[in-house]
């Protein structure tokens, strides 16, 4: 079955940086486009960013700039770096993936932004 695990959460000050990683099983990796999502308190689950299979990068307009996703199809890894963080960012960040007309998420990472 699919198996996505996000690590790389934490608590960082305004400005900082952090990168996230999702490790992915049971499914075709490099033919996946992956997705991660964001959901603060009280809020409804947002799309972050977007890496199709062919490479392609698509991102909220809220993190344009800040924000980068990649992928490494060897190690069925995607990545979030995040830099220059602001309290906003504080959310549950989890990987996705759509397969068969199923989304497949992760636990989720907490991510903490505050002084």
């Known amino acids: 079955q699919v198996q996505l695990v996000e690590s790389g959460g934490g608590l960082v000050q305004p400005g900082g940086s952090l990168r996230l990683s999702c490790a992915a099983s049971?499914?075709?990796?490099?033919?996946?486009?992956m997705d991660w999502y964001r959901q603060a308190p009280g809020k409804q689950r947002e799309l972050v960013a977007t890496?199709?299979?062919?490479?392609?990068?698509n991102y909220a307009d809220s993190v344009k700039g800040r924000f980068t996703i990649s992928r490494d199809n060897a190690k069925t890894t995607v990545y979030l770096q995040m830099n220059s963080l602001q309290r906003e960012d504080t959310a549950v960040y989890y990987c996705?993936?759509?397969?068969?007309?199923?989304?497949?998420w992760g636990q989720g990472t907490q991510v903490t932004v505050s002084s």
């Open positions: 996705a993936a759509f397969r068969f007309g199923t989304f497949y």
């Open positions: 890496i199709t299979s062919a490479g392609s990068r």
């Open positions: 049971g499914l075709n990796f490099g033919d996946n486009a």
